[in-house]
């Protein structure tokens, strides 16, 4: 069984990147291969773990409801086939977008069997890393089945602390299920947590919580659009990404 590793947060917290850490920690750790899901409708995972997705599910679905009726194939498997060619494959680990849905009309049918496609998928897969958007959506819709670790990332502000409870209200309100939750506090000052996060912490049960400092190694990385893999070893915010993950 695949372990599950959601991030969520809201824009512009360093979420996509503390995600790729993590996918480069499990593949350094030798827990191939992983599955890297962006899911997340903006994209950039694929830019911060140096490949490229030159098809999302969000088209593969489209292709399937435009392309169903001339097939010779079922569109389960049209669908599965449509997924396959989106896969980004890398040493150690495959990355594949979710992207936006695309057209219109009802997709309540395509939708039950992009979910059978991604369960199947994930489950050949030790570990998979899930850079999930704000909302929640593609695991409330249990595109992902139970979680074993979902991290809330905020930056040390207040409002984004303030932003860490409206989002474990909603996977709570959604129904979202999980067997640790995690709060990742980004870019704090001397690496120590603002006084509030006690608060944060006691509100939302979280099993953890990991303070991650301002890091101009990993903001230059951000600007530039370099990927994970050229940030140092020895990295403070990469070394504190890779303890979390080797624990969990």
């Keep these: 069984m695949s372990h599950l590793i959601a991030f969520s947060g809201k824009g512009g917290v360093g979420k996509t990147t503390l995600a790729a850490l993590t996918v480069r920690a499990l593949v350094e750790a030798g827990k191939t291969p992983v599955l ?121 502000g207040g409002a984004g602390l303030r932003t860490l409870k409206r989002l474990y209200d909603l996977a709570k309100e959604m129904g979202v299920k999980y067997n640790k939750l995690v709060l990742a506090i980004n870019r704090t000052r001397d690496n120590s947590l603002p006084g509030a996060v006690g608060e944060v912490r006691e509100y939302t049960n979280a099993g953890g919580v990991i303070a991650l400092p301002y890091d101009g190694e990993i903001a230059k990385c951000a600007e530039e659009n370099l990927d994970v893999w050229k940030i140092a070893d020895q990295n403070r915010v990469y070394r504190a990404v890779k303890q979390l993950t080797v624990s969990q």
């Design 36 to 156: 890297a899901i962006d899911a997340d409708p903006n994209s950039c995972l694929d830019t911060s773990l140096g490949v490229e997705v030159t098809s999302t599910i969000g088209r593969a679905r489209e292709t399937v409801r435009e392309d169903a009726d001339e097939a010779k194939i079922s569109k389960q498997e049209l669908l599965r086939l449509k997924i396959a060619e989106g896969l980004a494959e890398a040493k150690g680990f495959d990355l594949i977008a979710m992207g936006r849905p695309e057209g219109a009309g009802c997709y309540c049918y395509a939708n039950n069997v992009l979910k059978e496609a991604i369960r199947e998928l994930s489950g050949q897969y030790p570990y998979v890393v899930l850079d999930n958007e704000a909302g929640l959506e593609n695991i409330s819709r249990r595109i992902m089945q139970a979680l074993d670790v979902l991290i809330l990332v905020s930056d040390a």
